[in-house]
C-alpha cells in the first residue's frame, strides 16, 4: 500500500511539473471556488428575499444546467477548446457580475434567479470540454489519470473552501459584494487557463442528444442498470431537497445565523474527503451493493436524525456523515454501472444518468417547500430524510442479486493497480478501465505487436504467459504477469517502436485508445492525430526507468542501485547524442525534451521523454546501429552497459539473462 501512495504521490507531482495542467487544475479551482460562493450566498439571501420557495427556485438551477448540458456538451467536439474554458469562464462571470448588479439596484428577484440558472446553463459545457482537452495536453497516460485525480479532488476542496467563504461573506457583507466577489473568482479561473495551449484535437464520439437514445436502450434492456440508476438519481433527489431544507433549518432551527448554510456545505465537502479514503479500500470488493446501500442509507438518515435533535453541534456532526454517504452512494452508483453495463455503453448510460441525476437534484429543490408548507422544517427532514433508508430497504434483495450480475473482477483490479499510470484512479475509474478491457489470445511464436507498424494504438496488459520485445532483430525486453506494452503509441499515435512477440502461449488483456480516455477523463474519444505535447518537463530518472520494458521487471531497489551508479548528461539542440556505428557500451533513458532517431539519414523515430536507447548495444555488446540527436535541449540518464548486465543477470534467468550467462 505504501508502495501505492508513493507511485501516486510521483504521478501527481509530474503532472503538477507540467505548465498546461497545473493551468487547468487552479483554472477549475477558481471557477469551483465561484460557484459555491455565488450558490451559499444567494440561496440565503433567497430566503430573505422570498422564503422556502426562492430558496428552491435557486436550487432547481441544476435543471436548466442539465437541459443546456444536451447542447453544451457538444462544445466538447470543438476544434479549439482552450477558448471553449476561456469563453465559458467569462460568460459566467458577466453573468454573475450582473446578477450582482441586479442585487445592488434592489431589483425584483426574479431578475436574481433567472440570471443564476443563466449561469449553471453556461457552465454546463466547462467539465466536458476540459475533460476532452486534457489528453491533449499530458505527455503519459500516467499523466492523464493524475490529472484527473488532481481534479477530482480539487473540485472536492474547492466546494468546501467555497461554502465557507460564501457562508462568511454573506453573514457580514451586503450581497452584492459577495455575489461580485464569485464573479472575481471566475475571472480568476479564465485567466488561469488563458494560456493553454493544445497540440492535437481529440473528438468525442457520442455527446448531448446523440448518446441520448443509445444510453435510454441501454438501460432498458439491463433491469440491474436500471435498477443502479434509478438509485443513483433517488440519492441527488436527496441532495436537492437538503440543500434546500438546509438554508431554512440552518436559520430558523440550529440558530446558525446567515453563515450557517456555508457551515453546513463545508461540513459535507468534508465528509466528501473523507470518502476519498474510503473509496479507495473498497478496490476489487466483490460485495459492492452493500457499500453502495450504507451510501444511500447514509444520504437520508442524518437528515431524519437533525429533524429530531437540532441542536448545531450534532447537526455539523450528522453533516460530515451525510457527505461521506452522499460520495460513498455516487462511487458506488458509477462502479457498479461500469461492472455490469458493457463497454462500449458505459458513456451513453453515463450520459444519461448524469442529466438524469441534474433534473433531479434541481426538482428536489423544488418539493422541499411544499414538504416545508405540509410537515413544518422538523417534519420536512424527518420525511425527505427517511424516504430514502425506507426505499433501500424494500430494494435490499434486488440491489444484493447485482452484484452476482457483475462479473468478477478481483483478480483483474489487482493487476490493473500493479499499472503505474492508473494509480491515480479512484475506485469507479478503475472499475471503468476493467469494464473496457477485453481479452485476447495468442499462440507461442505470434507477433503482437509488428516494429513500423500502424495499428490501432491498443494497449496490452499480460495476464498470462511471457513474451519478448525485439528493436531491428535484436532481443531487448521481456514481458510476463502484470507487464503491459503500446503505451507509447497511445497518446501519441505514431508507429510502433518495437515487435512484441509471444514465447508462449499467452492471454492479454486489451485496451483501445478511445477506450483509454473514456475511462480515465470521461469522454469518449474516437482519435487522435500524431503529435505530442509542445514541450516535456524532466521526468524523475527512477520513474523513467520503471516505465521502460528493459527495466520495468527488476524490483524497486535494483532500479535505484542503477539510478545512484547513473550520471545524467545535459545535451544541447542538433548534439548527436550516439552515432551509428561507434562502440558505446551504455543504456540512455530520455529525462527532458525531444530527440530523433535516424537510419542511414532516414528519420526511425521521434524520443520523448521516457524513451529509452541502446539496449541492442549494452544486451549483444555490437555498435550502434541508429543515431540518435536532440531535436531540443534534453537531459539524458546515462548507465554503464556492465550495470545494466548485472541488475539483469541478478534478476533470475530469463532470455535476456541467457545472452551474458
Known amino acids: 500500500m505504501a508502495g501505492a501512495q508513493n507511485d501516486r504521490t510521483g504521478l501527481v507531482r509530474r503532472a503538477l511539473r507540467n505548465r498546461a495542467v497545473r493551468g487547468i487544475v487552479a483554472g477549475f479551482a477558481g471557477i469551483t471556488l465561484g460557484e459555491w460562493v455565488l450558490g451559499t450566498t444567494v440561496a440565503v439571501h433567497a430566503y430573505d428575499a ?3 420557495l426562492a430558496v428552491g427556485l435557486i436550487g432547481f438551477r441544476f435543471a436548466p444546467a442539465a437541459l443546456a448540458g444536451l447542447w453544451t456538451a457538444r462544445l466538447a467536439d470543438h476544434a479549439q477548446r482552450h477558448r471553449v474554458l476561456g469563453l465559458t469562464a467569462a460568460g459566467r462571470a458577466v453573468t454573475t457580475a450582473v446578477a ?4 445592488a439596484l434592489h431589483l425584483p428577484f426574479v431578475t436574481v434567479v433567472a440570471l443564476v440558472w443563466l449561469d449553471a446553463a453556461i457552465g454546463s459545457g466547462y467539465r466536458p470540454a476540459q475533460a476532452a482537452l486534457l489528453p491533449s495536453l499530458v505527455r503519459t497516460p500516467g499523466e492523464l489519470t493524475a490529472a484527473t485525480a488532481l481534479i477530482s479532488n ?3 476542496t474547492g466546494q468546501l473552501v467555497g461554502a465557507l467563504i460564501g457562508g462568511v461573506l454573506v453573514a457580514g457583507l451586503p450581497i452584492a459584494l459577495p455575489v461580485a466577489a464569485a464573479a472575481l473568482l471566475y475571472l480568476v479561473g479564465m485567466t488561469l487557463t488563458a494560456g493553454i495551449r493544445h497540440t492535437r484535437p481529440f473528438v468525442t464520439a457520442i455527446g448531448g442528444l446523440r448518446g441520448l437514445p443509445a444510453g435510454v436502450q441501454a438501460l432498458r434492456a439491463d433491469r440491474a442498470a436500471r435498477l443502479i440508476a434509478g438509485y443513483a438519481c433517488l440519492r441527488s433527489l436527496m441532495r436537492g431537497l437538503w440543500l434546500a431544507l438546509a438554508v431554512v433549518a440552518s436559520l430558523r432551527l440550529l440558530s446558525l445565523g446567515r453563515s450557517g448554510f456555508g457551515l453546513l456545505m463545508a461540513a459535507a465537502a468534508v465528509g466528501a474527503l473523507a470518502a ?7 478496490v476489487g470488493n466483490r460485495r459492492l451493493t452493500d457499500w453502495f446501500a450504507f451510501g444511500l442509507i447514509l444520504c437520508g438518515l442524518p437528515i431524519a436524525a437533525i429533524g429530531v435533535m437540532p441542536s448545531a453541534a450534532p447537526a455539523l456532526a450528522l453533516i460530515v456523515v451525510w457527505g461521506l454517504g452522499m460520495a460513498l452512494a455516487d462511487v458506488g452508483a458509477q462502479t457498479l454501472l461500469n461492472r455490469i453495463v458493457p463497454g462500449s455503453s458505459i458513456g451513453p448510460v453515463t450520459g444519461v444518468v448524469e442529466n438524469s441525476k441534474l433534473l433531479l437534484e434541481g426538482l428536489g429543490s423544488l418539493i422541499a417547500p411544499l414538504l416545508l408548507v405540509a410537515f413544518g422544517i422538523r417534519g420536512a427532514l424527518l420525511v425527505a430524510g427517511g424516504t430514502l433508508p425506507a426505499l433501500v430497504l424494500i430494494g435490499r434483495r434486488r440491489l444484493a442479486r447485482v452484484d452476482d450480475h457483475g462479473a468478477a473482477r478481483h483478480n483483474l483490479l489487482q493487476l490493473l493497480q500493479q499499472v503505474s499510470f492508473f494509480t491515480p484512479l479512484a475506485l469507479d475509474g478503475l472499475e471503468g478501465v476493467a469494464a473496457r478491457l477485453h481479452v485476447e489470445r495468442a499462440d507461442a511464436g505470434t507477433e503482437i505487436l509488428r516494429q513500423g507498424e500502424v ?4 494497449w496490452y496488459l499480460v495476464d498470462a504467459g511471457e513474451l519478448v520485445v525485439e528493436v531491428d532483430g535484436f532481443l531487448v525486453g521481456e514481458l510476463r504477469r502484470g507487464s503491459q506494452f503500446g503505451e507509447r503509441s497511445l497518446l501519441r499515435g505514431v508507429p510502433r517502436s518495437a515487435t512484441v512477440r509471444a514465447v508462449t502461449d499467452v492471454r492479454l488483456y486489451a485496451l483501445d485508445q478511445a477506450d483509454f480516455v473514456a475511462a480515465v477523463a470521461g ?5 487522435a492525430q500524431a503529435g505530442a505535447a509542445d514541450r516535456a518537463d524532466r521526468l524523475d530518472p527512477e520513474t523513467a526507468l520503471a516505465r521502460v520494458p528493459l527495466m520495468s521487471s527488476l524490483a524497486p531497489a535494483a532500479r535505484s542501485r542503477l539510478v545512484g551508479r547513473s550520471r545524467i548528461l545535459t545535451v544541447e539542440a542538433g548534439t548527436p ?18 530527440a530523433r532517431v535516424l537510419v542511414d539519414n532516414e528519420l526511425r523515430q521521434e524520443l520523448l521523454p521516457g524513451d529509452a536507447f541502446g539496449e541492442i548495444a549494452v544486451l549483444h555488446q555490437v555498435p550502434r546501429t541508429a543515431t540518435v540527436v536532440a531535436r531540443e535541449e534534453s537531459t539524458v540518464l546515462v548507465i554503464a552497459g556492465d550495470d545494466v548486465r548485472g541488475a539483469l543477470r541478478e534478476r533470475g534467468d ?3 539473462a541467457a545472452l551474458f550467462g
Not at 469522454?523 to 482519435?527: F, S
Not at 552515432?579 to 527532458?592: A, F, K
Open 50 to 52: 422570498g422564503g422556502a
Open 100 to 103: 450582482a448588479a441586479a442585487l
Open 154 to 156: 480539487v473540485k472536492s
Open 276 to 282: 476519498i479514503v474510503a473509496t479507495g479500500r473498497l
Open 455 to 458: 495499428d490501432e494504438r491498443r
Open 523 to 527: 469522454v469518449e474519444v474516437l482519435g
Open 577 to 594: 547524442i550516439v552515432s551509428s556505428g561507434e562502440r558505446d557500451d551504455t543504456y540512455q533513458v530520455l529525462l527532458s525534451g525531444r
Open 654 to 656: 530469463g532470455h535476456i
